[in-house]
């Protein structure tokens, strides 16, 4: 299922260009080039928002979109975060991993972008 990658995602869509020129000379790292285990700062949209407990624990998981790719973003004992929509821009800071080859980060610091 999450290997799937529907239109939206297909960097070249219409909408990824347009998100990756919005997002570009932010002072951020494209998701496509954010380097594994490094400390980066990332700015896209978010696409899903979804609840899905982690060993007995409520995580909050969103997907992040640029335009150049998608992590995924867990913040784990949380059940809902306010601002953290489908649709919302953020930015967040964190490390980048790898799990089950999916890439994500774990308790980012975020701001929304207006």
Known sequence: MRDRISAWANP???E???LREAYEG???TRIA???DR???SLRGTLRTVTLRPRGGV???EAELFDGSGMVTIIWLGRRRIAGIVPGRSVQVDGRV???DGV???YNPRYELIP
Request: net charge neutral; glycine share 8%.
């Open 16 to 18: 990824a260009q347009s």
């Open 12 to 14: 070249d869509n219409i």
């Open 26 to 28: 932010k002072g951020c």
């Open 58 to 60: 409520p995580a909050l």
């Open 38 to 40: 490094q400390v980066v």
């Open 97 to 99: 991993g790898v799990q």
């Open 103 to 105: 890439r994500v980060l």
């Open 33 to 35: 080039d954010a380097p």
